[in-house]
């Protein structure tokens, strides 16, 4: 496995070799891409920050014309597979707390993209600590999609690295709320 950027963002060696639930939907033949920030939150509050996918990227969404929350909406936390997330994905399997798996979807993301599968894994480390780890498994189906493939781990980097930010900027923040700080 090569572990250099644009492949591996913030991952340990151990959460690369660990198994994700994009695992069963996908099967990889080529490399999968790691992103990962330690976050100063309970996992309960992470996990409701990735809850807010369903509405927004947390990335560059104001590129998108997608608005970006900055406090939790009611409801995105009620969780059914199908729904929509980020415009772009859907859900395809879920465990409260711990893990958002979505898969891209609709003919425009499946032809830019081809097949990508991608896991938003919360892991508890304790000391009101958790870790966010983000696997995303991409297969190409056709030309354009694999002159794209180089393209992507660096987009992938650029986008990811700003949401997952966002994510933990927001639930340290609701962390510190909820402790009445």
Not at 60 to 66: K, N, Y
Not at 131 to 141: A, G, Q
Request: with cysteine; hydrophobic share 40%.
């Amino acid at each position: 496995m090569d572990t250099r950027i644009p492949l591996v963002w913030g991952a340990t060696a151990e959460e690369i070799k660990a198994p994700y639930p994009c695992d069963t939907q996908l099967e990889a033949t080529s490399q999968p891409l790691f992103r990962a920030v330690t976050v100063q939150a309970e996992p309960s509050v992470l996990f409701r920050w990735l809850c807010q996918l369903r509405i927004s990227s947390y990335s560059f969404a104001f590129l998108f014309g997608m608005r970006t929350p900055t406090t939790l909406t009611p409801g995105t936390d009620r969780l059914e597979v199908g729904q929509r997330f980020m415009d772009l994905f859907d859900l395809v399997d879920y465990d409260v707390n711990r893990h958002l798996t979505l898969a891209i979807s609709g003919s425009g993301g499946k032809t830019i993209y081809g097949d990508l599968v991608v896991s938003y894994v919360v892991r508890d480390i304790g000391h009101g600590l958790s870790r966010l780890v983000v696997k995303t498994i991409h297969e190409p189906e056709g030309g354009l999609q694999k002159v794209l493939k180089p393209f992507l781990a660096w987009g992938d980097l650029f986008m990811m690295r700003r949401q997952l930010h966002n994510l933990r900027r927001f639930a340290e923040r609701e962390q510190l709320s909820r402790q009445g700080h």
